[in-house]
């Protein structure tokens, strides 16, 4: 009898892990992290499920390809070709979704990825490492004295990073295209963001403060600032950084141009006026311009990404949405990537983003003028995942209490 009630006891467990797997595995789209990337029209988006997605001017799905990998970069669009970095490597695609090639980079996961003019440069841990575009191999890589604390950044003259030291002083460095370290820079404190001006010059915050830095790796300015959320939006000689405590800063020229307080922190970008700014925030895009804000629309929960700027303000979403918003801060479009049985294109964001409701139901729903507006019902595909979870997790229980019974029964008789 005992070796009955530990056979229960064992086909509990494997339908318990069945059933596991079965729920996890429904959740088949992964966090949408990243703004899309825009190239002749379309846009581009990277998910944690490994999967790309590309979309219309408009929204509509185009095409969608599983690199197998979970991916860590946003994807970059240029010259009619895509990149993306991961946990495995990188990968190239075309535009039509065609896989170019796949190459391991190191030993670990691709942390930061852009596209120079000769070279696809990435970093992972603490190497700097130049592709071949035309066939990923490793033209050459340079082993930094410290992890790499910001992305890598490209300019007409080649990569540049900053690594850190924990707690102590971090180097910002520019390199030409053939590997050589053009100049290198030491500051108080550890950066983490690092940006490229068109003129080459870089832009980065240690120590609270932003530092201006030319071509040549001379000093141009420095202005205190408070810690930012992220990197720098650079637009000819004017520089937006948005910090932790709420401050969104516009710096002309080494002097502050305006500033804006408010509740949350947020990541800048600039509109193609160079005035204007967009950012954002925790929960929100909103527009600013010459100290005052001009508009902000809530979203959903995002992931404190630049977002991507053109004909439409574009930012991704955890709730899988990417949303294109008019330079109004009206609705031009959202795509869920999930199907849904209501027409509804919005998720109250203030509930946990892996539950809309306890019920899994949609609750609120942008117009298209932008203006919110209460749903009734509308339960959608994550409800549905929502309540088979509940129903595994019953059956999941019952079978437990059952095995459990049986072998407490079988022990007392023996």
Known sequence: MVSVGRGVAALAAVVLATLCVGGASAHAVGILYHAPAADDGS????????????????GEPAWTRQTRMELTTPVTATDGQLY????????????????????????GRITSLAVGEQSVYVTNGTTLFALDPANGTVRWRDTLQGTISTRVVTTAAGPAVAWSRPRRTSTVAAFATDGDRRWTRTYQGETRVLSAGP??????????TLSATAVDGRSRWTVPVETPVGPPAVSGDRVAVGSVDGTLTVVES?????RVERELGSVPAFGPDGERVYAVTARSVLAAADGRILWEREVGATMLEPPS???TIRVGTVMNHTYALAPNGSLAWVDRYTTTAADVSWIDSGIDPAYPDPSGNVTRAIRPDGTLVDVDGGATTDAWLSRTAQSAGLAAAVVFLIAAVVLVVSRWRD
């Open 254 to 258: 080494g002097r502050v141009a305006w």
């Open 199 to 208: 003129d080459g010059g870089l832009y980065h915050v240690a120590n609270d």
């Open 43 to 58: 846009l581009y988006v990277s998910g944690t499920d490994g999967v790309v997605y590309a979309l219309e001017s408009g």
């Open 84 to 107: 993306v970095g991961g946990e495995a490597g990188v990968v190239r695609l075309t535009t039509g979704g065609d896989t170019d090639w796949r190459v391991a980079v190191g030993d």
């Open 309 to 311: 700027v053109g004909d």
